[in-house]
């Protein structure tokens, strides 16, 4: 605690339904960022900050997912970390310089709202754009992960974050390989979305994205 002690905005997403591996390395991700300060005009770096999502840093394989198949590889789970950063810098009023979606739209977040990140290529960056540095408090409490800004004064306002759905494709079952026995999930099936997502402080409405995600058919074999 201190004069910083102020909290000025914060986000949380559901670690529910995650593996162990996707929610040990989320939340390793979320320690790296736990009391990092961004300067007024400076531009944080998700990756530059919590470096290489490998094994030596203490991260595991768990499932990613390529294409809609999931695949174990090192660091599964570390984009729900900097999916919660995102959304918590939104409300912040951040400015966006570099975020990137996911193929597909991810369940722990809402379309529009995630930000992939994979070292060293793909990464979430802002800027503070205020005359006072800017403090990141992490923390997972029970099943979520917790980021909160926080500052030494209160932020000019709260802005509201719209996300817009223009279009919704829901997922429909095949079958694949005929024949008798249990069939089990080859892909498990994701609805495909057109979303904007708008940022309004006061009578300022900045549109933050538009992301189209392909639908993804469920697909059941034997």
């Not at 290489?52 to 174990?72: H, K, M, W």
């Amino acid at each position: 605690s201190g004069p910083e002690d102020r909290a000025a905005a914060s986000f949380a997403t559901s670690l529910a339904g995650r593996t162990p591996g996707q929610r040990h390395n989320a939340e390793l991700a979320l320690k790296r960022l736990n009391r990092a300060t961004v300067k007024p005009g400076e531009t944080f770096s998700f990756n530059k900050r919590v470096g290489t999502f490998s094994r030596d840093q203490g991260y595991r394989r768990a499932p990613v997912s390529y294409d809609g198949q999931l695949i174990d590889d090192w660091g599964g789970g570390v984009c729900q970390s900097s999916t919660t950063l995102y959304n918590a810098a939104l409300l912040a009023g951040m400015t966006i310089v570099e975020r990137n979606h996911h193929r597909f739209a991810p369940g722990y977040v809402g379309p529009g709202r995630d930000a992939a990140v994979a070292y060293s290529s793909i990464d979430l960056r802002f800027t503070n754009p205020y005359a006072f540095p800017v403090r990141l408090a992490t923390r997972v409490s029970g099943a979520c992960l917790i980021v909160e800004f926080r500052a030494e004064q209160a932020l000019p306002a709260t802005p509201r974050i719209i996300t817009e759905v223009r279009d919704l494709v829901h997922p429909r079952s095949f079958l694949v390989d005929e024949g008798e026995g249990p069939r089990r999930v080859r892909t498990s099936g994701k609805s495909g979305f057109d979303v904007t997502v708008v940022r309004i402080e006061g009578d300022r409405r900045e549109e933050i994205s538009h992301d189209t995600y392909p639908v993804m058919n469920r697909v059941l074999g034997l």
